[in-house]
């Protein structure tokens, strides 16, 4: 029966990933339940959680509604795209509806940079072209990410803004924004916030009572993952249930990526990208940006339209029509950090131990860290190959043999999203950066975008960009012959509250997922606090750069 194999599927168990080198996974299990007692419990409390969501599954309802949304995949009426081809584009070049992008937004731009400048008037042309960079760290980076654009917006700074990159929680963020939820308001996101955060997105008991106040939610916030199970010939991973249970607690109506173009593609707003990666071997990622035109690769040159991901290609075009993957579907994917290797996990968790917790950690590290830099325990989110196959760029690479991309959370390589604003394409001249990471002070966000810049042969980045011995303030300039990069890392801000740290607060832990308002209200002050302090900076280093770029054309 499909709707058993269905479950069973859901409820596959977690495959064996120890190896002569490492541990297994129930050793693992006793040292976490050693360094947090509350592991057992909170196990404890899922596992009673996901026998409710097999009750569920088990009902009549439930059989009827994977029938009907295997029907509805097929209905063009409901799923136009699904009458289109979708075809490999080959080149370095943007699409071409991202170019008819540029040109409205800069149009729009004029006043608004002129005014947030402080000058009469500005020529398209000097214009600079900025892109945000919004790091990953779970729910943490979702609120501040909030708090930080709701600032950018209400001090004119985001109207001059090009494009919106985000890794992870901040894609979460962008995800809302840019949906009939928010109506692009931040001050409505933030209440939507407060209102649907305050409990665990694996509290299945709330999710099933969601499902089960009207069919026609639960289609709607199943479909994802039932086409996920038939989209992999009957499988499904954790990463699926994952986007399954944020898209319903956090969108609670079916979105699509492609849907998103109705609110920017005038230049009425940035535009968003939102990066995963797909880990090839040991330390090296490969990058793939999500826009609501394509996703691709910008080191393979090659690019789908966004509709027709999810799909298999042979010879650069696709062999079968499926539905546009939903965006519940694909945010489990761009947040799938515990799909990382072992390694950034533990790097991940260090801030949040206790000190005589430290020295394991960081032995088990010394110890095995060949082994836990190649596996995940949990596996990646897998979709076709839309490139396998086809003829090879310059660069070495193995994805053109594989015939599935496993793509994960682009934090496990950069938290920070820099590459996509890197594209010489883009000829982005200022990077705001938004680090929201856990591990601020230590992770080498900015030494790596230096490596990435000079294997890939791009100029102009500024070689002072790192976390000096001495700290960082909550705002600092570093300036390159071609690129500017405005840092902002999340740290406290004494005007606004000296207590709050959010680098050691317990609730701002990357893993915790449930806040209360009035701690959703306390991270979104503390974004907008960390922005509006520093507007005035803000605007001499843009005019700085406005008129370096205007000295440069005449």
């Given at each position: 029966d499909t709707s058993d194999d269905f479950i069973n599927s859901v409820f596959s168990t977690i495959p064996d990933w120890s190896t002569d080198d490492l541990p297994s996974l129930e050793e693992l299990g006793n040292k976490m339940t050693n360094l947090y007692p509350a592991f057992t419990s909170q196990m404890e409390s899922l596992r009673q959680s996901y026998e409710q969501f097999w009750s569920f599954f088990s009902m009549e309802e439930f059989r009827r509604i994977l029938d009907e949304t295997a029907r509805e995949d097929m209905d063009a009426s409901l799923h136009p795209e699904i009458e289109q081809d979708a075809k490999v584009r080959i080149g370095s070049e943007l699409a071409k509806e991202e170019s008819e992008f540029i040109q409205a937004r800069k149009k729009r731009q004029r006043e608004a940079f002129a005014a947030f400048i402080g000058v009469d008037e500005v020529d398209e042309r000097d214009i600079p072209v900025i892109g945000i960079a919004s790091s990953g760290g779970g729910y943490r980076a979702m609120i501040a990410a909030t708090g930080y654009l709701k600032g950018m917006d209400d001090t004119g700074m985001l109207a001059c803004v090009m494009y919106l990159a985000g890794v992870s929680g901040s894609t979460w963020s962008m995800a809302q924004f840019y949906s009939s939820l928010t109506g692009n308001k931040w001050d409505v996101l933030v209440d939507h916030l407060k209102s649907h955060i305050h409990t665990h997105i694996a509290n299945v008991s709330n999710f099933v009572a969601i499902l089960q106040a009207s069919a026609q939610n639960a289609k709607t916030l199943m479909q994802g993952i039932i086409q996920r199970y038939h989209q992999q010939n009957g499988t499904l991973n954790l990463v699926d249930i994952f986007g399954c249970l944020l898209g319903g607690t956090l969108l609670t109506q079916k979105q699509t990526l492609s849907r998103q173009r109705r609110y920017f593609q005038d230049g009425s707003l940035p535009m968003p990208v939102y990066c995963v990666v797909h880990h090839e071997v040991e330390d090296l990622y490969r990058w793939f940006e999500f826009t609501p035109f394509e996703m691709g690769c910008e080191e393979l040159n090659a690019w789908i339209p966004i509709w027709g991901f999810?799909?298999?290609?042979?010879?650069?075009?696709?062999?079968?029509?499926?539905?546009?993957q939903t965006l519940g579907t694909l945010m489990g994917v761009f947040g799938s950090a515990f799909a990382a290797s072992l390694a950034h996990f533990f790097q991940e968790i260090r801030g949040f131990l206790p000190e005589a917790a430290l020295a394991t950690v960081e032995s088990t590290l010394t110890q095995y860290k060949e082994s836990l830099m190649t596996i995940h325990p949990f596996s990646p989110a897998r979709f076709p190959n839309p490139f396998y196959k086809l003829p090879r760029p310059q660069q070495d690479t193995c994805?053109?043999?594989?015939?599935?991309?496993?793509l994960l959370d682009a934090g496990c390589d950069n938290n920070l999203p820099f590459y996509p604003l890197l594209?010489?394409?883009r000829k982005v001249d200022l990077i705001v950066a938004l680090d929201l990471s856990a591990d601020i002070q230590t992770a080498p966000h900015l030494e790596r975008a230096e490596g990435y810049?000079?294997?890939?042969?791009?100029?102009?980045?500024?070689a002072d960009a790192r976390w000096p011995d001495n700290g960082l303030g909550t705002c600092t300039i570093f300036k390159g012959s071609q690129t500017t990069v405005a840092y902002f890392p999340l740290i406290t801000n004494a005007s606004y509250d000296s207590d709050f740290d959010p680098q050691t607060a317990e609730f701002c832990s990357t893993w915790n997922f449930v806040y209360s308002a009035e701690q959703v209200a306390k991270l979104v002050g503390l974004g907008e606090a960390n922005w509006r302090d520093n507007v005035d900076q803000m605007k001499h280093t843009l005019r700085s750069v406005w008129q370096q770029k205007k000295s440069q054309r005449l």
């Open positions: 999810g799909r298999q290609f042979k010879d650069g075009k696709n062999i079968e029509r499926l539905p546009e994805l053109f043999d594989r015939d599935y991309l496993d594209r010489p394409e810049t000079k294997r890939r042969g791009i100029d102009g980045w500024p």
